[in-house]
């Protein structure tokens, strides 16, 4: 059957091209058509003597013609009322030239479907969604990327609408975003260069991806960034500037989405700086588009600052919002600004957790809220989303303060989100949230000192551990784990229970394999102090010191990135614990050596905690006294 397919494929694309010509033209073609179609059947018939129930077997064969794995695939679908494929094919020709389809080394690919997908237009939601459903079939039996699809309606005059649905995602407008045109595209018929280039440019912006945050993407979108580097790289001479730079920012998005759900920040960073050229073409040209990408560099540079020391990703972060927020006003866009609104509140709230004090975790807490103002619920995720956020800032002041009225408003805001996050469509939303509110149930159990309290939160983490691919999602997965492991430790205490503080020590254990240092530098160190504690509470019940040891190592390997100026509460938390660790080791070993190093490690953590007073200062006052006996005794010379 390869030859029959080989010349299909040809009657195809010839086809495409006469749909635009004068009828005349086009009977002659069709009936070229027939004479070559029949020819090649009958060729493959008597070389392979193969019997095939003609002709709805061999048109049901023909019509399922997959397009090549390594172009961004274009189909369209007959048009409803057309009933000669004059508008189909007008359509194939405009998407063909704009796209410099012709050159036989394009890296797109346009295909007629030979199909109708039919909808009732009168905007029937269930329809609709069948519709959409039936033309995700098509995507996928076609290999094909976006499906255009529509009507030819007699209303006193010709209209053809026209509708675009991306593969897995949906329409381009049910996405987070900021997209060409809107859902229904309504043209004059046989249109004119101009609007042809409208055609083109839903078709790129189709090419955005416009999967939610929660659903796991990374293979989808690993094939999608090699075709659409292909368009960019050796972009055709027909594609105009401003549906190259559309391109361009279609593989920004997909490379920042894809660089954060594999844990790859150097993926991440070929998004920036894609994301910056194209904020630099739409400056001057088109000041929606521009205030659109400086909200997407911002989420993408926020990915980056996750992975990263200090805060000054998260400050480039925040002033690209501000940007955006300057076009985007409150009353005229309503929802990109709350949208903007919130990815703003995300970069105070993370700078709020790296810096002292409570002063920017409360304006966090109050973006949130100005958002929550203006979004509106139905806009599900997007709401849903404001809601975690808004949860997490709550936590994390709460966390810093005494009193529990933020936690306990924090697991109200959690409960909000998860009403419009259901597991099974948004599995990577829902598990976020569970987990987030599972740490604040174990802040709020160890504020209570209750024991019992903690078995909830475990469960929870122990349930989405199990949700959680980890290979697909392997950040969310590792600070899972995390969280996880700070609950059984914590309930190891209170409970005086080792297996638990050994269940935490794998856990933490489990948690480096994804959070490595070259990935995600801060979260890796963070890892490695928890992972330290736990060692030292187990190795109280060890007859040798190799736990301790192994404390110290960890501990030593955290201060390669956390730092006294960047960083200063965590450098001193590391250097805090050392004194700690080796406090251990020195009555284990009744040596001095180690009795020196604790001594110089409580010393560097006073340095920053003396300006700071609380638990930690006082801790590390009591470490510090203890080194000084025991010196004492062992007749240590003075450090």
Same mark, same amino acid.
């Given at each position: 059957?390869?030859?029959?397919?080989?010349?299909?494929?040809?009657?195809?694309?010839?086809?495409?091209?006469?749909?635009?010509?004068?009828?005349?033209?086009?009977?002659?073609?069709?009936?070229?058509?027939?004479?070559?179609?029949?020819?090649?059947?009958?060729?493959?018939?008597?070389?392979?003597?193969?019997?095939?129930?003609?002709?709805?077997?061999?048109?049901?064969?023909?019509?399922?013609?997959?397009?090549?794995?390594?172009?961004?695939?274009?189909?369209?679908?007959?048009?409803?009322?057309?009933?000669?494929?004059?508008?189909?094919?007008?359509?194939?020709?405009?998407?063909?030239?704009?796209?410099?389809?012709?050159?036989?080394?394009?890296?797109?690919?346009?295909? =007629?479907? $030979?199909?109708?997908?039919?909808?009732?237009?009168?905007?029937?939601?269930?329809?609709?969604?069948?519709?959409?459903?039936?033309?995700?079939?098509?995507?996928?039996?076609?290999?094909?990327?976006?499906?255009?699809?529509?009507?030819?309606?007699?209303?006193?005059?010709?209209? @053809?609408?026209?509708?675009?649905?991306?593969?897995?995602?949906?329409?381009?407008?049910?996405?987070?975003?900021?997209?060409?045109?809107?859902?229904?595209?309504?043209?004059?018929?046989?249109?004119?260069?101009?609007?042809?280039?409208?055609?083109?440019?839903?078709?790129?912006?189709?090419?955005?991806?416009?999967?939610?945050?929660?659903?796991?993407?990374?293979?989808?979108?690993?094939?999608?960034?090699?075709? =659409?580097?292909?368009?960019?790289?050796?972009?055709?001479?027909?594609?105009?500037?401003?549906?190259?730079?559309?391109?361009?920012?279609?593989?920004?998005?997909?490379?920042?989405?894809?660089?954060?759900?594999?844990?790859?920040?150097? #993926?991440?960073?070929?998004?920036?700086?894609? @994301?910056?050229?194209?904020?630099?073409?739409?400056?001057?040209?088109?000041?929606?588009?521009?205030?659109?990408?400086?909200?997407?560099?911002?989420?993408?540079?926020?990915?980056?600052?996750?992975?990263?020391?200090?805060?000054?990703?998260?400050?480039?972060?925040?002033?690209?919002?501000?940007?955006?927020?300057?076009?985007?006003?409150?009353?005229?866009?309503?929802?990109?600004?709350?949208?903007?609104?919130?990815?703003?509140?995300?970069?105070?709230?993370?700078?709020?957790?790296?810096?002292?004090?409570?002063?920017?975790?409360?304006?966090?807490?109050?973006?949130?809220?100005?958002?929550?103002?203006?979004?509106?619920?139905?806009?599900?995720?997007?709401?849903?989303?404001?809601?975690?956020?808004?949860?997490?800032?709550?936590?994390? =002041?709460?966390?810093?303060?005494?009193?529990?009225?933020?936690?306990?408003?924090?697991?109200?805001?959690?409960?909000?989100?998860?009403?419009?996050?259901?597991?099974?469509?948004?599995?990577?939303?829902?598990?976020? #949230?569970?987990?987030?509110?599972?740490?604040?149930?174990?802040?709020?159990?160890?504020?209570?000192?209750?024991?019992?309290?903690?078995?909830?939160?475990?469960?929870? @983490?122990?349930?989405?551990?199990?949700?959680?691919?980890?290979?697909?999602?392997?950040?969310?997965?590792?600070?899972?784990?995390?969280?996880?492991?700070?609950?059984?430790v914590n309930r190891g205490k209170l409970a005086q229970e080792r297996t638990d503080l050994e269940r935490a020590e794998t856990a933490f254990r489990d948690a480096l394999?994804?959070?490595?240092?070259?990935?995600?530098?801060?979260?890796?160190?963070?890892?490695?102090?928890?992972?330290?504690? #736990?060692?030292?509470?187990?190795?109280?019940?060890?007859?040798?010191?190799?736990?301790?040891?192994?404390?110290?190592?960890?501990?030593?390997?955290?201060?390669?990135?956390?730092?006294?100026?960047?960083?200063?509460?965590?450098?001193?938390?590391?250097?805090?614990?050392?004194?700690?660790?080796?406090?251990?080791?020195?009555?284990?070993?009744?040596?001095?050596?180690?009795?020196?190093?604790?001594?110089?490690?409580?010393?560097?953590? $006073?340095?920053?905690?003396?300006?700071?007073?609380?638990?930690?200062?006082?801790?590390?006052?009591?470490?510090?006294?203890?080194?000084?006996?025991?010196?004492?005794?062992?007749?240590?010379?003075a450090v």
């Open positions: 059957m390869d030859i029959l397919r080989r010349v299909w494929a040809w009657i195809e694309r010839l086809y495409s091209l006469a749909m635009s010509l004068p009828s005349w033209l086009t009977g002659a073609i069709a009936g070229f058509f027939g004479l070559v179609g029949g020819a090649a059947f009958a060729w493959n018939y008597f070389e392979t003597s193969i019997v095939v129930d003609y002709p709805k077997d061999v048109i049901q064969w023909l019509s399922v013609n997959r397009m090549p794995a390594d172009h961004y695939n274009i189909l369209v679908a007959d048009l409803e009322g057309d009933t000669g494929h004059e508008q189909s094919g007008h359509i194939v020709f405009a998407l063909e030239k704009g796209f410099g389809g012709f050159d036989p080394t394009s890296p797109v690919q346009v295909q =007629l479907a $030979m199909r109708e997908l039919k909808i009732a237009w009168s905007g029937d939601a269930a329809a609709r969604a069948h519709a959409e459903r039936e033309g995700q079939s098509w995507l996928e039996t076609f290999n094909a990327d976006v499906l255009i699809w529509g009507s030819l309606a007699e209303e006193g005059t010709r209209v @053809l609408r026209l509708r675009f649905l991306s593969r897995h995602g949906g329409s381009p407008s049910a996405a987070k975003g900021y997209q060409v045109g809107n859902e229904m595209l309504e043209l004059e018929p046989s249109f004119g260069t101009d609007l042809a280039e409208i055609v083109v440019a839903q078709a790129v912006a189709a090419a955005n991806p416009t999967y939610g945050t929660g659903t796991y993407i990374g293979e989808v979108l690993k094939p999608q960034v090699r075709r =659409l580097e292909a368009i960019v790289r050796r972009p055709s001479a027909a594609l105009s500037d401003k549906n190259l730079a559309i391109l361009r920012e279609s593989l920004a998005s997909s490379l920042a989405r894809l660089g954060d759900q594999t844990g790859d920040s150097a #993926t991440i960073e070929r998004g920036v700086a894609e @994301l910056r050229a194209v904020a630099s073409y739409w400056q001057d040209k088109d000041e929606q588009r521009w205030a659109a990408t400086q909200d997407r560099l911002g989420n993408a540079l926020m990915r980056l600052g996750e992975r990263s020391s200090g805060t000054a990703k998260f400050e480039q972060a925040r002033a690209a919002f501000q940007a955006a927020l300057s076009h985007f006003a409150r009353d005229t866009h309503p929802r990109e600004w709350a949208v903007t609104t919130n990815d703003l509140g995300n970069a105070l709230l993370r700078m709020g957790e790296r810096e002292p004090g409570t002063a920017r975790l409360k304006e966090a807490v109050d973006t949130f809220k100005s958002a929550l103002d203006v979004i509106d619920p139905d806009w599900s995720l997007d709401w849903a989303k404001v809601q975690n956020n808004y949860g997490t800032a709550l936590a994390t =002041l709460g966390a810093r303060e005494s009193g529990g009225e933020n936690l306990a408003k924090a697991i109200e805001a959690y409960k909000t989100a998860q009403l419009a996050q259901p597991r099974d469509v948004v599995p990577l939303d829902w598990a976020m #949230t569970e987990t987030n509110m599972a740490a604040a149930l174990v802040l709020i159990a160890l504020r209570e000192n209750d024991r019992p309290k903690l078995d909830a939160p475990v469960a929870m @983490l122990e349930e989405v551990v199990k949700d959680l691919k980890r290979e697909q999602a392997p950040l969310q997965w590792g600070a899972t784990q995390q969280i996880l492991g700070f609950a059984l394999t994804t959070r490595t240092q070259q990935r995600v530098p801060m979260p890796w160190a963070l890892t490695l102090t928890s992972l330290a504690q #736990t060692e030292l509470l187990l190795a109280e019940g060890d007859a040798g010191p190799g736990r301790i040891l192994d404390a110290i190592d960890s501990l030593s390997q955290s201060l390669k990135v956390r730092s006294p100026t960047e960083t200063p509460l965590l450098w001193a938390e590391s250097q805090m614990l050392l004194a700690e660790a080796n406090l251990q080791l020195a009555k284990r070993a009744r040596t001095c050596e180690p009795v020196a190093r604790g001594k110089a490690a409580g010393d560097a953590a $006073m340095g920053v905690l003396r300006a700071r007073p609380g638990d930690d200062q006082q801790r590390t006052s009591a470490t510090l006294a203890a080194l000084g006996q025991l010196a004492n005794e062992l007749n240590c010379p």
